[in-house]
């Protein structure tokens, strides 16, 4: 019982990150249920299977909210759900030791991305609320963002969102709620991949109804987030925590000693505290020089 308290507070924690930046459910999902002792099929599986229930309020609510692009939405949908299908096969078939350094690795980049992107640049605005990006871009990131969610276990907003974000063209507003609303359709899709190539008996779907019960929980207190805290602060956190969580299980596949595993980590820590801090000071005055203008 106590374990599936945990799992919910997981999926609490993932969803509120994912609604305020559009990322981030998956990949922390994933990286803490790796940390766990999940195979790296089972845990993305898992997530998906939960992500099909949060994804679809998401996107309700963004397409309620008028937050999504439609052609943006199916543009992105159909790729992603063939890079999805294809990535949940692959990794269905691997063995888990060979999986587990491939996945803790897709993760481990995916947060140091994360942590770059709003640590050092963060996205700038834009107004367009229309996407006018063709399929020329759209299909070959669609296919590749959901191609590495599936063997990832998370990977479609680290890839998509902050692509199209750093494109600066785009309203962030409509690339989170259009992003978001074709993450539904990625989900079905990857879930079905797991099913058909592992079957329903290796499943616990105590951990899968544990992720979506604290996922649905937090999309309201998501929506609070958004006007609370800035997006910047909140990524860099995110990252960090990926980029530890996954370190460890890198140090732990290498079979690395205790004593270098505990060194590395400190070390880690030591290096990231000071970059959330300024981040927080950054943007504390970029906010301070915005109030100044306005008046």
Known sequence: MLALILLALVGLVAQLVDGTLGMGYGVTSSSLLLAVGLSPALASASVHLSQIGTTLMSGVSHLRLGNTDRALVARLAVPGAVGAFLGATVLSRLATAAATPVTTTILLVLGIYVLVRFAVRPPTGATARNSPH????????????????????????????????????????????????AE????????????????????DFGVVVALLGGGMLAAPLAAWAVSRMPGTILGTAVGGLIV?????TVLETLGLSTTVTAWTLSALVAALLPLIALTVHRTRRTNVVAEVQAA
């Open 244 to 248: 530890v969580t996954n370190t460890v």
């Open 184 to 203: 539904f359709i990625v989900s079905v899709t990857a879930s079905l991949g797991f099913l058909l190539g592992l079957g329903t008996a290796g499943i």
């Open 134 to 181: 063709t399929s020329r871009l759209l299909t070959p990131l669609g296919l590749i963002g959901g191609f590495i969610d599936a063997t990832g276990g998370g990977g479609w907003g680290p890839v998509v969102t902050t692509t199209l974000l750093s494109r600066g063209r785009t309203a962030p507003r409509t690339i989170v709620g259009s992003v978001d609303t």
